[in-house]
Each structure stands twice: as structure tokens, then as C-alpha cells.
């Protein structure tokens, strides 16, 4: 697999995590509705920074790549924050 694949797969990835993870917060306590919306900004850049990526040359393209992932690795890691905090959340 490519970098541009795997880069469309974390992409997609994150993007399954934060739908799920919208609808819960939704329902949720107001601090993570605020955690998460901090966390849309970097959704938004790594959207709008993956796009150019994938339209970049090789060389480009995998310095773009490593920025992605930097991005990505935060957005994993505040998603994961969120839902561990939901989970000791009682329905």
C-alpha cells in the first residue's frame, strides 16, 4: 500500500471515529461538546491539508504525508480522550 493509501485509510478512519463520537458528545456533557468542537479545527485541517496532499508530487507529497500523520495522531488521541471520558459517562 502507498502512502496515499494509507493516508485515505487513517483519513477514513478518523472520519468513521468523529461521526460516531458527534453523535455521542451531542447527547453528552457540554465540556466535551467543547473538547470536541477543538478538535474539529484540526478535522478541518487535515482535510483541507490532505486534499493538497494527495495532489502533490511524490517528494512533496511525503513531506506533506508526515505533517498529516502528526495531525492525524493528535485527532486520534483527543478522540480518545472523548471517549474514554463518555464511557465513565452512566447513561
Given at each position: 500500500m502507498d502512502y496515499k493509501e494509507e493516508l485515505g485509510h487513517i483519513i477514513e478512519n478518523l472520519k468513521q471515529e468523529r461521526d460516531e463520537l458527534n453523535v455521542r458528545v451531542h447527547l453528552g456533557k457540554a465540556d466535551l461538546r467543547d473538547d470536541m468542537q477543538k478538535l474539529e479545527h484540526k478535522w478541518e485541517?487535515?482535510?483541507?491539508?490532505?486534499?493538497?496532499?494527495?495532489?502533490?508530487?511524490?517528494?512533496?507529497?511525503?513531506?506533506?504525508?508526515?505533517?498529516?500523520?502528526?495531525?492525524?495522531?493528535?485527532?486520534?488521541?483527543?478522540?480518545?480522550?472523548?471517549?474514554?471520558?463518555?464511557?465513565?459517562?452512566?447513561?
Open positions: 485541517e487535515l482535510r483541507y491539508k490532505g486534499q493538497q496532499a494527495l495532489e502533490t508530487v511524490d517528494e512533496t507529497g511525503r513531506e506533506a504525508n508526515e505533517t498529516l500523520r502528526a495531525i492525524a495522531d493528535d485527532l486520534k488521541d483527543g478522540y480518545r480522550k472523548i471517549r474514554e471520558s463518555l464511557n465513565r459517562i452512566k447513561p
